[in-house]
């Protein structure tokens, strides 16, 4: 995007055309309306970025089909230039030929033509530059068919435009597609604009319209089309006087026939510029993010004090224009609102919108044609006060963050302004804080630019939070992308017809078509393309219902650059979906299923045995949660705040995500039956994100790393990968899969399916049992969890041995409850000093530590029938714990 500078943000509106309300496509879905078409075209021009060209920054969508576009905007155009007291110069007029053919020959090469060129649509910067606006007007229209309006002045309009004549597909006489207008219709326009320019005023302004078209139309059999308009006009002494040069460029433009004129392409290589193109310097489209090679061009100043800026210096000038809209939002910014301001939307009375009505002798009854339906090319500048005001207190060094050192893991932000208060306040709040959001988005904006050198920067800001603006390029960052991702992209064939295609078709119109990007026509396609390319890539996997959704929110976040949603989608399946897509993918399913029914009775017992009782497992409602992880059941605005945690963890926590939002539910599931769990789950009730994320990372902080192994899950990567920080100071482990931990014989072992459903609790690892009791010894290894040093102790672990077995040998601080006499006939715990302690521990980590694994879990099952949470077994037993010596024996009695 192009920094504000000199330029303002301009907003103009209109209307699409309305559809019938009775009418259905060919999938017998309702027709998507033009609006939504008009707004998955104008993403594109988002992309279009040049010097000569107006960026586009935004389309909202109102009532009745209004659609209000947002762009780069200049209060100057050549329209106040062509009066005879402000004549331009020859050489003036060559200047401003040759820039204009820049921006038209870049929109060429993106497929696309201007087709509204005339005066005021040529804006002129502070240095008197050439800025083309409304350049995607023709394009985000299908070509003027999507409106009620045409394209383009008529007094600028080609011949050959002029001669198709206005058409609608709509119209009962309209039976096939007309040809779209191609490169050298802008060519006449730009001549027409020309030729007012050299002579001072407007053409055939004196004229009404049909008589303009008319004339523009007979003068296909004139030779000489520049000297007939100069003597229509009655300058034909001016038009003599013009450089050589000038004129034939005059003549090349305005040629009647288009097989004949040239292109803007052929223009700028044209001997009339001879003496002009070696003042312009061709542009060079920055380097992507993610590309093979990229680098910053960096000018310093002779005089290193010229950085130094005075306080009166216009920081937010130098920030992106999307950047500025954004904040310009945040404070309060409302597009309808300025619109009316200005009168350029009015309300009228209801009685006043009554339709028009013909009887068959061709009488009409009511209202004639609403003309404010038609195209009013009025721009609107947007005030920057109020965003000026509420910045006015951010010190200029907000604007340009120093970094701090990356080795530092406080969760904070690393700006010079003191940002602790808004950190604790809800992250609603903080996304809708202007300040607030200025300095993360300036934060991040640098931090992104230097990826992966700050990769670990990165990750210690997004665990405070991701600004919405920039947070495709923040997940894609989280997610490890890297290299030249466009051309691995470009590199898939994506046309070829696959077995997949009918499924995707059918799957893409259901997903997420509230939101108006992914249901629009171009979504579609992207959505398509994304799919098909991750199919054909992976020919190991299958395509399963469930992965459109997954797909959403990467092709969201990145709608312009299908290569970054495809190459984040390529990243995410594998650590958090590892074998999911098998063609049989029952028995990953099934051992996911199983550690998080293990996972819901660590963490909330009673609700566990409520569960089971009923019959209500998370086979009948868990499966599209984690297939999709949860995309399939939370709206988009909810996967974004669910997902900037859930990149902040490994693996293993979509399983803390889920109980975490059964716990919201606890209170009606313990209420409810077997079929009023169903029916509630059927249509899942309002979830708090924000309370499910905060729960989610309190439950992950409590979970031993073993806890959630799978023998299904992605397989181990050298040390050093992966290696990423945790949730913050108060996080007890880090987020690092236990499959990337060094192997040992202290690691947990694989273990049958059907063993693993046998058990209700989960399995710890004797290496985590070690770090969690903080035993001190010789281990042969190094643990990477981190301990809560301070506080009450976190685990006990409880030796259901005999008596005599527990003295020859026990974990330093156990305590030793014996199986056959810890649990009374009706299964409650027998009251002894042991059972006292255990009961002390309720609510913390118990580890039962056996010979027999079988009476273990048996003894783990009973605790978890008497409400107590956080049991786990140790896995291997106590027989894991001989070889490191940590065993002790009493000292005898004397």
Not at 76 to 84: A, H, N, Y
Not at 600 to 611: T, V
Request: hydrophobic share 40%; net charge negative.
């Amino acid at each position: 995007m192009q920094s504000l500078r000199d330029a303002q943000i301009g907003a103009f509106t209109f209307f699409a055309s309305p559809l019938p309300h009775d009418v259905c496509g060919s999938n017998g879905l309702p027709l998507t309306p033009n609006s939504i078409k008009i707004l998955g075209r104008f993403q594109l021009l988002k992309t279009i970025t040049h010097p000569r060209l107006c960026q586009y920054v935004d389309i909202s969508r109102g009532k009745h089909e209004r659609l209000v576009v947002v762009a780069e905007h200049y209060e100057s155009s050549l329209k106040d230039f062509r009066k005879p007291s402000k004549p331009f110069s020859p050489e003036k007029v060559m200047q401003i030929a040759y820039q204009i053919l820049e921006g038209l020959e870049f929109l060429n090469k993106h497929r696309m033509v201007h087709r509204a060129l005339c005066p005021h649509n040529v804006l002129l910067d502070s240095q008197a530059a050439v800025k083309l606006a409304k350049f995607g007007l023709y394009h985000m229209t299908d070509h003027g068919a999507d409106v009620d309006f045409p394209i383009g002045h008529p007094t600028y309009l080609a011949p050959e435009v002029i001669a198709q004549g206005s058409f609608h597909h709509s119209d009962p006489l309209f039976k096939e597609p007309r040809l779209p207008s191609g490169p050298k219709a802008d060519v006449w326009s730009l001549g027409v604009l020309l030729f007012e320019l050299c002579v001072g005023r407007q053409l055939l302004h004196n004229i009404d319209i049909s008589k303009r078209l008319k004339f523009i139309i007979t003068l296909g059999c004139m030779d000489d089309i520049v000297t007939v308009l100069a003597e229509e006009h009655g300058c034909l002494e001016a038009i003599k006087e013009l450089p050589e040069n000038l004129l034939t460029l005059l003549s090349k433009c305005l040629t009647f026939h288009p097989s004949k004129r040239p292109t803007p392409a052929q223009l700028l290589v044209d001997p009339v510029f001879e003496d002009i193109s070696s003042l312009y310097v061709p542009y060079n489209k920055p380097v992507g993010l993610f590309s093979s090679l990229r680098c910053a061009h960096l000018e310093l100043p002779e005089n290193i004090n010229e950085l130094c800026k005075d306080d009166g210096e216009d920081y937010l000038a130098e920030r992106a224009i999307d950047e500025v809209y954004y904040l310009w939002c945040l404070a309060g910014g409302d597009l309808e609102k300025e619109l009316i301001n200005k009168e350029i939307i009015q309300s009228k009375p209801p009685v006043c919108t009554l339709p028009n009505f013909l009887l068959e002798d061709g009488e009409s009854f009511g209202q004639g044609r609403d003309r404010s339906f038609l195209l009013d090319d009025t721009t609107v500048t947007l005030s920057l006060c109020q965003l000026r005001n509420r910045l006015m207190d951010v010190a200029g060094e907000a604007y340009y963050p120093l970094l701090e050192d990356e080795q530092s893991n406080l969760p904070q932000s690393n700006s010079s302004n003191d940002l602790s208060t808004a950190v604790s306040l809800p992250l609603i709040i903080r996304e809708r804080d202007t300040e607030y959001q200025l300095t993360r988005i300036v934060l991040f904006d640098r931090l992104l630019k230097a990826y992966p050198y700050k990769k670990n920067q990165v990750w210690k800001e997004a665990r405070v939070d991701i600004p919405p603006l920039l947070r495709g390029l923040a997940w894609a960052a989280l997610l490890g992308v890297e290299g030249d991702i466009k051309a691995k992209y470009d590199s898939i064939d994506k046309e070829t017809p696959i077995p997949t295609d009918r499924q995707i078709e059918v799957d893409i119109p259901r997903c997420h078509q509230y939101d108006e990007l992914l249901s629009s026509p171009q979504g579609h396609v992207k959505f398509r393309r994304v799919l098909k390319a991750w199919v054909v890539s992976h020919p190991d996997l299958v395509y399963w219902q469930g992965l459109d959704s997954l797909c959403a929110p990467f092709l969201y976040l990145n709608f312009n650059n299908e290569a970054l949603a495809y190459a984040c989608m390529s990243a995410f399946i594998p650590k958090y979906l590892y074998n999911f897509f098998l063609k049989d993918n029952s028995h990953v399913i099934q051992e996911y299923l199983t550690v998080f029914s293990q996972m819901i009775a660590f963490h909330d017992p009673e609700l566990s045995n409520h569960l089971n009782e009923i019959g209500f497992i998370p086979d009948l409602y868990a499966i599209p949660w984690f297939l999709t992880m949860f995309t399939h059941v939370f709206p988009l605005h909810k996967i974004f705040h669910l997902w900037d945690t859930l990149l902040l963890g490994n693996s293993s926590f979509p399983f803390c995500i889920g109980v975490a939002i059964l716990q919201q539910l606890r209170d009606r599931l313990l209420a409810n039956g077997f079929n009023e769990c169903i029916l509630l789950f059927s249509d899942l009730p309002e979830i708090d994100i924000e309370r499910c994320v905060r729960e989610s990372i309190n439950l992950f902080c409590w979970t031993p790393k073993s806890a959630t192994y799978r023998q299904y899950a992605q397989p181990s990567k050298p040390m050093g990968e992966n290696i990423n920080g945790s949730f913050g100071k108060t996080s007890t482990f880090y987020t690092t899969d236990y499959q990337d931990l060094p192997k040992t014989d202290l690691l947990r072992e694989p273990m049958k399916l059907s063993e693993l459903k046998a058990e209700v609790s989960p399995r710890i690892s004797a290496e985590d049992l070690i770090d969690l009791l903080e035993l001190s010894g010789p281990v042969p290894f190094k643990t990477p969890m981190k301990r809560a040093k301070a506080g009450k102790p976190k685990i006990l672990a409880v030796d259901i041995r005999s008596m005599e077995d527990f003295s020859r040998g026990h974990v330093t601080g156990s305590v030793n409850i014996p199986y056959s006499s810890a649990f009374g006939p009706d299964g409650e715990l027998v009251q002894c000093p042991a059972a006292t302690t255990l009961a002390s521990f309720k609510g913390r980590v118990i580890v039962i530590l056996s010979h027999a694994l079988k009476s273990a879990a048996m003894f783990a099952a009973h605790l978890v029938k008497v409400n107590y949470p956080r049991v786990c077994i140790l896995d291997g037993g106590i027989n894991k714990l001989k070889a490191t010596g940590l065993l002790t024996v009493p000292s005898p009695q004397i």
